[in-house]
């Protein structure tokens, strides 16, 4: 049976401890890096501000200040204030966490339509978790270890004493997520469920959620302070990117689909997949240019120079215009006459050139027109006057 307490043992567990902690904070500060031009567009001026954005950028920035602070103290190369080292990685990792949970209880909030029961619990919700992480903030400390084979780095003493606390804020957080969850089911959607959680966030935050489970079981079990403190920093990692990815994600899924290809989102329809992995748009202020204009069929001019449909969804990979063929002329039959053309009066008497037309003829005074015809095709009585004797 191993024994948890020896010198030997906590050596081994605490060995481990450090490199699951640099792993883990070489992984946040690179997603910090690959995504800190989010950031940026804010603090340059090119988007403009919201209320939350402090929010949002603090939470990171905290969650920065953990990681390097737990990265330099455990590489000091001299003894140092172990007491007041951990309380600023518990200043700062805690404050990260409570400013994420803001975050998420304002997506809930919104969620429910702004209900005042609903802000009003988890306002409280969130009071409660703020006392519980000040008192574990009081109550853990650490020493500079002189006992080899434990020298050369801080050791964690009280880790039992806040069981209490940790609990309690891994209560808050299952809270939160119900209320969430409740919030999400809520809504119509003509999405299936699994789709409306993933598009939701419910699905990375509930697994942020149960990642804090096994850090408090083993802080009840109390095997050692290096055990105790194991797998805390693991569920504050998952905890920050998890809501904070949300946060972004939704953020610019409201600025537009310009927005969330320029930031690299992958909260995209499927149309919007298939137009921005393929080709960017064009800037709003510049004008597109000619030939980057998809081609529409030209219903004026020459039928042969009009171009053919472009089935294409980037301008800059359609096809080349092809000219339509003129349809065949019927042989034997030539051009046909349109429907609406005026039609000329048929030709009565002799022709303009002959002499005749000089003489007057007696019996057109004394000739009787019938009524007008039924069958006549224009506004004059062409029939009789066909039938004239001229």
């Not at 103290?73 to 001299?78: D, K, L, Q, T």
Request: hydrophobic share 45%.
């Amino acid at each position: 049976m191993t024994d948890w307490m020896s010198l030997e043992t906590q050596a081994t567990n605490m060995a481990t401890l450090v490199k699951i902690i640099h792993l883990l904070a070489g992984f946040f500060i690179g997603e910090y890096v690959s995504h800190f031009k989010y950031e940026w567009a804010f603090l340059s001026g090119k988007r403009r501000w919201h209320w939350t954005t402090p929010i949002y950028m603090s939470c990171r920035l905290f969650a920065v200040i953990t990681c390097l602070l737990l990265i330099s103290g455990f590489n000091a190369s001299h003894e140092i204030d172990c007491a007041a080292w951990m309380r600023s990685i518990l200043f700062f990792g805690y404050f990260s966490v409570l400013l994420a949970a803001v975050l998420l209880i304002i997506r809930t909030i919104a969620l429910w339509g702004h209900q005042w029961p609903i802000t009003v619990f988890l306002v409280s919700i969130e009071v409660a978790s703020f006392g519980l992480n000040i008192n574990a903030i009081a109550k853990i400390e650490a020493i500079w270890g002189n006992v080899p084979p434990l020298t050369g780095t801080c050791l964690f003493i009280n880790t039992y004493d806040v069981r209490s606390s940790i609990l309690g804020i891994l209560v808050s957080d299952l809270i939160l997520l119900s209320v969430m969850l409740a919030g999400v089911l809520r809504r119509k959607s003509q999405s299936s469920l699994w789709s409306l959680l993933l598009r939701q966030g419910v699905v990375s935050i509930a697994l942020a959620t149960i990642i804090g489970i096994p850090p408090v079981t083993l802080n009840f079990l109390n095997l050692n302070g290096a055990m105790n403190m194991m797998l805390h920093f693991p569920s504050f990692i998952a905890w920050v990117v998890a809501i904070t990815g949300l946060y972004r994600q939704l953020e610019l899924h409201h600025a537009g689909p310009e927005e969330r290809h320029a930031f690299g989102t992958s909260y995209l329809d499927t149309a919007e997949q298939t137009m921005f992995n393929s080709a960017p748009l064009p800037s709003k202020q510049a004008p597109p240019l000619p030939e980057n204009m998809i081609l529409r069929p030209n219903r004026l001019g020459d039928p042969a120079e009009r171009p053919s449909f472009q089935y294409s969804h980037v301008p800059n990979q359609s096809l080349q215009s092809t000219p339509r063929v003129p349809a065949p002329t019927l042989n034997n039959r030539g051009q046909r006459p349109s429907v609406h053309e005026i039609r000329p009066l048929p030709t009565v008497g002799p022709t303009p050139e002959s002499p005749e037309l000089d003489q007057k003829d007696p019996e057109l005074e004394t000739y009787t027109y019938p009524p007008m015809s039924a069958n006549s095709t224009y506004g004059d009585d062409t029939t009789a006057a066909a039938r004239s004797p001229m």
